[in-house]
């Protein structure tokens, strides 16, 4: 029966090479993701064994796990952090920020969702709109969690939104 896969216009084998192909693909633009943060070497090694921890240890995406990784360490650069400081908070945030996500009880679909949005919004520079109605609904624990690291409330936190005042930096002080 394999034979017949195989002999199938290369099929079975065509498929099977596609996708190792594309998984060799998304593992390298991860890894020079967390590359333009961390800079080559031993940070780079350790930043990207402790991104895939992560990954495991809260049920989350890889990529999106390093993703959001990278935009946490590029944000905490800017604020002045040294790489390997930069590197160490963005992977204790990145693991918070999954755990929060994995408990608010929703689908994967959703918590990736969630995820997605915050990444662009840490990517545009501010927490609003689309962006914080997604985390909200898909996410409330993540919500409620960034919401206590501000001492507000939720309702607050949604006023904070709407006024712009979620920038990248208050959202990763939180």
Known sequence: QNIDMIAVGGGFLGGI???????ADEFNNLQARIKLVTGEGALLTSSFQGVSDVALRTNSNLEQTGTLFARIAE???SAGLGAKEAAAQSLSLTETINQAAQLS?????????????LIQALQSGVLRGEEFNSIMEQSPRLAKALADGLGVTTGELRKMSEAGALSTETVIRA
């Open 17 to 23: 090479a596609k996708d190792a192909l594309k998984t």
């Open 75 to 77: 944000a905490g650069k």
């Open 105 to 117: 009880g929703g689908s994967a679909e959703s918590s990736k969702a969630a995820i997605a949005q």
